[in-house]
């Protein structure tokens, strides 16, 4: 039996996107509206103008359109410019951007110009994204990863010399049965969503990322967010140095990496009784002091039930006096310069907990669902927003450029005030109380001109080939 029922895909007081349900056995399926009545919708809408607080938006489409992201969620979904899936893609993206968590917020974002950003005439509901994002597997989601890292590399976003991994997890409160995690030792373990992320140390950008159910262990993840992060990076016969936590320490993944990856891979060794041991059996003339309190040492290492190697063991020595002495041990795949690795290299380990911090807003503090189809999407479209939004800090500059993902949104997509009009060929956004207005007027103002002097083409295909242009008054 089949039945039929309207729904609106859209929030209340816009204009209404008609939709018609099939509710089989099998499966529930969506049938979009036509391509005109969108488009029909969009050019009503900047006919009438827009006044609102969210127009701060716009200042990310020269970015979408220098990153080139509407040729990614084409290649994405699969369909062409008029289709309503790759608007619904790039509604989740300014989502991500606004740093949106909940739906009462969402619900706060019609009629104010977000709508219009996204080349649609209403704001699409939770239910409409999350069936465009179930309809895409994990595979997609990696490929549309890949692509927007080496859109990326282009740019310079990545030195690719060294690399932080490392596992973020959030408290998820699914119903389903799942192995439960600890945060720390003095925490109860607690169902957790986990994602893992391949960062560059030197810019301190993430390149990739991988999520997996909560049963997934650190070494069966980091094989696939490696071989993630090779088919982005151009490696030219190099190996990046991946600096890790103590959690990526076991047998099975020092061997993968030494035999077949392209990295070197750098952990700190347990305080376990064979570490020990093989420190002791060093002589203090087996060290070399660099600065007064530090002094380094190298030795080769065996692990347990390795069967490739040997590897490297770095040890680093702190205090002046026997007694003071203080050990700590590191694993390396490969003999390389253990004084500029232990002191300058493995400190930018930490750069990931800062990323962790400032742009887990976008869309990687929350597990909304444990649908790995949908949740691959969704935190993929926010690696594009954080893309995007780093361009715009970096070219507005200092302090902007040292804001974390919440300040951004709320000062910026949030908090500048003005109208949408199209005058000629052009959507011209003007703003009344943009901070730094010289500035902006250097970045923002003839921007088509700016974009075809780039190569770029300064036409916005979502938005039916107008150009884009900004005031500041």
């Known amino acids: 039996m089949v039945f039929k029922k309207k729904l609106h895909l859209c929030r209340p007081g816009n204009e209404p996107l008609k939709v018609e349900t099939h509710r089989t056995k099998e499966k529930v399926r ?93 704001i699409a509901t939770d239910a409409a994204i999350h069936h465009v994002l179930d309809s895409h597997c994990v595979a997609d989601a990696q490929r549309l990863q890949i692509a927007l890292g080496k859109v990326r590399e282009t740019f310079g976003h990545f ?33 957790m969503a986990q994602t893992f992320f391949s960062l560059d140390a030197e810019t301190k950008q993430p390149l990739c990322f991988t999520t997996a159910s909560s049963a997934r262990t650190t070494t069966q993840a980091t094989p696939e967010l490696l071989t993630l992060t090779d088919s982005i990076l151009k490696l030219n016969g190099h190996k990046p140095l991946v600096l890790a936590d103590n959690e990526h320490y076991s047998v099975e993944l020092f061997e993968w990496i030494s035999s077949r990856s392209r990295f070197d891979l750098l952990v700190p060794m347990p305080y376990n009784a064979s570490v020990l041991r093989s420190i002791r059996r060093l002589s203090p003339e087996a060290f070399t002091r660099h600065w007064a309190g530090y002094a380094t040492a190298k030795q080769r290492y065996s692990l347990t039930r390795s069967h490739d190697g040997p590897y490297y063991q770095f040890i680093q020595r702190k205090g002046e006096r026997l007694e003071d002495d203080d050990f700590k041990a590191f694993l390396c795949t490969s003999d390389r310069d253990e004084t500029e690795d232990l002191s300058q290299n493995y400190p930018q380990r930490w750069h990931i907990e800062e990323f962790f911090k400032n742009d887990q807003a976008l869309g990687w503090e ?40 919440p300040h951004v949104s709320k000062d910026f997509f949030r ?31 003839n921007m088509p001109e700016k974009l075809s002097s780039e190569g770029i083409n300064p036409t916005i295909p979502w938005l039916y080939d107008f150009k884009l242009d900004f005031r500041f008054k």
């Open 30 to 122: 969506l049938e979009v509206s036509d391509p005109p009545d969108i488009e029909r919708g969009v050019r009503q809408l900047l006919a009438n103008k827009v006044s609102g607080i969210l127009v701060g938006i716009w200042l990310l489409i020269p970015e979408y359109l220098r990153l080139g992201i509407w040729d990614l969620l084409k290649s994405w979904s699969e369909l062409p410019d008029e289709r309503v899936q790759p608007r619904l893609a790039l509604q989740l993206i300014n989502e991500s951007a606004l740093c949106v968590s909940g739906i009462r917020m969402k619900r706060s974002l019609s009629q104010k110009g977000f709508e219009l950003a996204n080349g649609l005439p209403f």
């Open 159 to 191: 030195k690719g010399d060294i690399l932080v991994i490392d596992p973020h997890r959030m408290k998820s409160f699914s119903k389903r049965q799942m192995v439960r995690r600890q945060k720390d030792k003095d925490s109860n373990p607690v169902k």
């Open 366 to 405: 929350r597990a909304g669902t444990m649908n790995l189809h949908i949740r691959y999407g969704q935190m993929t479209m926010a690696l594009i927003a954080q893309a995007a939004c780093f361009m715009m800090r970096q070219r507005l500059g200092p302090p902007v450029d040292q804001w974390d993902a």
């Open 415 to 445: 908090g500048l005030e003005g109208d949408i009009r199209v005058q000629r060929d052009s959507i011209v956004v003007t703003y009344y109380n943009a901070p730094n207005p010289d500035l902006m007027k250097k970045h923002y103002e």
